[in-house]
């Protein structure tokens, strides 16, 4: 058993005191399994560690847990990492950017886990399963047909040495099992207050390493959580009723174990699981649709608890000052994403009003226009950064997307029509004195400083009035034609705001001169 022991404590990683480990504060990781997308669920648990970790300046890291080979889908675990780092919130430590304490890949560490497992079998708290597959799924069966819980009857926990060693020069294939004892120690969660769960009443002793090699979730967590210096635990409310059979492997260990903080489950707004049907909750659904990052940090905090303050429009920066973990409530929160495309709104106006930030979107907005539009003859005068930023700054606070600007009730701001004076004169014969008018209105217009869609429409109403016979309806739509070449969309006064006094003379004298 000493030499069990020394070869555990000269693993990766040191020893762990009582202390949170190395750095000024608190080292919390998130832990997702490279299955597949990162979803919104394993977002906020990601967040929740991160500004955990950044209100105490701790440290943040991402530990891949890969154990279960069969469900690995190749690319996840980078997908994942590429995920925190777009919605803002990078570890610390990864396996991309490395650390002390890796490596960060559970695939790669199980050297580590197997003299774990030693350590425990030397001490007694764990012994060899011979058991085969088929009477493990005799037991599944036979409890079902009694309705009962199906678990393990503990049989070769009770095999001498002898017996052991026998099966052993078999060459029988085994797992090692973890000896479950009753009389569990209640812990306190930060979330749920004091808790205990009798496990060995419920449940048979549970594999912590399999035949391949490989370590469960139980033993994996437990060795590297310690081996890493974790300090707090922050997961899952599904992982409460295992907290008690993880400490009791810390006990048989005879380490430390972490504080322990289990989140609320994150549901739909009806109290239902949040559906992955069509990658409808995945991250990079959200991304390829346009909306931002800080939105969605934004609505899956706002939705639950932790916080001073309920609000929308939070910062990342304001979220971290305003958590206090004692403020997280054991209700679900409730997600409704309904409400999305309003906190995406907020958040693409702050991006609009930065300069810094709109650059990026003057950048993005081109690039959209171009492949929306670019087999409509794109004049490059609409792609210039004078022109799209002013669409940026006169649209802002109107679009939730950016995707939205090059909607079809935005396409006259990037297709110029083609339109003929005599088209115009089927529906006013005043087209001349029309275009005259208007021409005369943003020349003066251009001194304002603002223009406004009020103004505008009360100065629209008054040209018409210097008109002949022309009707107002008339002369509006005679407008939108020369303006957009359509017949329907935003109001003639919004067209010429968004466009600008520069873009409108131009298309009008265009359409005059056609």
């Not at 430590?93 to 050297?111: A, V």
């Not at 971290?320 to 997600?335: D, K, M, N, V, W």
């Not at 603002?450 to 100065?459: G, K, P």
């Amino acid at each position: 058993m000493a030499r069990a022991l020394r070869l555990l404590r000269g693993a990766t990683g040191p020893e762990r005191g009582l202390g949170p480990g190395p750095g000024p504060g608190p080292r919390v990781r998130f832990g997702p399994s490279p299955t597949g997308f990162l979803h919104l669920g394993g977002l906020r648990t990601a967040l929740y560690n991160y500004i955990f970790a950044k209100k105490h300046q701790g440290t943040f890291i991402l530990r891949v847990e890969d154990t279960d080979q069969n469900r690995v889908v190749p690319g996840a675990a980078e997908g994942i990492e590429d995920m925190l780092d777009w919605a803002g919130i990078p570890p610390d430590e990864s396996p991309r950017r490395g650390g002390s304490f890796g490596p960060y890949q559970q695939s790669r560490r199980l050297d580590l886990y197997r003299r774990a497992s030693d350590v425990l079998l030397e001490r007694g708290a764990a012994y060899r399963c011979f058991c085969t597959p088929q009477r493990l799924e005799l037991l599944k069966k036979e409890a079902l047909r009694s309705q009962q819980t199906p678990r393990y009857d503990n049989r070769c926990r009770h095999l001498t040495p002898t017996e052991v060693s026998e099966k052993l020069s078999q060459g029988l294939d085994w797992v090692v099992r973890f000896r479950l004892e009753k009389g569990v120690e209640p812990f306190q969660d930060l979330v749920y207050g004091w808790n205990k769960h009798e496990v060995a009443d419920v449940e048979g002793d549970p594999v912590i390493l399999k035949g391949d090699g490989f370590p469960t979730y139980h033993l994996a967590n437990v060795v590297d959580d310690h081996y890493m210096g974790i300090s707090h635990v922050l997961r899952g409310t599904e992982w409460l009723t295992s907290t008690s059979k993880h400490l009791l492997l810390y006990k048989a260990f005879g380490w430390d174990p972490p504080q322990f903080g289990h989140l609320p489950l994150l549901l739909n707004k009806d109290g239902g699981k949040l559906s992955k049907r069509q990658g409808d909750i995945f991250l990079e659904r959200f991304a390829q649709d346009g909306y931002l990052p800080e939105a969605l940090l934004d609505i899956i905090t706002n939705c639950g608890s932790g916080f001073t303050e309920k609000q929308m429009g939070r910062t990342l920066e304001e979220l971290i000052s305003q958590f206090e973990i004692g403020r997280i409530t054991t209700h679900s929160a409730l997600l409704d994403l309904e409400k999305l495309p309003e906190f995406n709104r907020i958040h693409l106006t702050r991006h609009i009003e930065n300069e810094g930030l709109r650059q990026k979107l003057i950048r993005e907005l081109q690039l959209l226009v171009e492949h929306v539009y670019g087999d409509q003859q794109v004049d490059q005068e609409v792609l210039e950064k004078e022109y799209v930023e002013r669409v940026l700054l006169l649209r802002k606070g109107h679009i939730s997307l950016l995707k939205n600007l090059v909607s079809s009730d935005y396409s006259y701001l990037w297709v110029r029509p083609s339109v003929s004076r005599e088209q115009l004169q089927t529906i006013s014969a005043e087209v001349d004195e029309i275009g005259k008018l208007v021409l005369g209105l943003m020349t003066r217009t251009r001194q304002a400083a603002v223009l406004t869609v009020e103004e505008l429409n009360t100065d629209l109403r008054s040209l018409q009035k210097q008109t002949k016979e022309t009707k107002y309806s008339s002369m509006m739509k005679l407008l939108r034609l020369a303006l957009s070449g359509q017949q329907h969309g935003p109001s003639v006064a919004e067209m010429m705001v968004t466009l600008g006094p520069k873009e409108v003379c131009g298309r009008i004298h265009k359409a005059l001169t056609s």
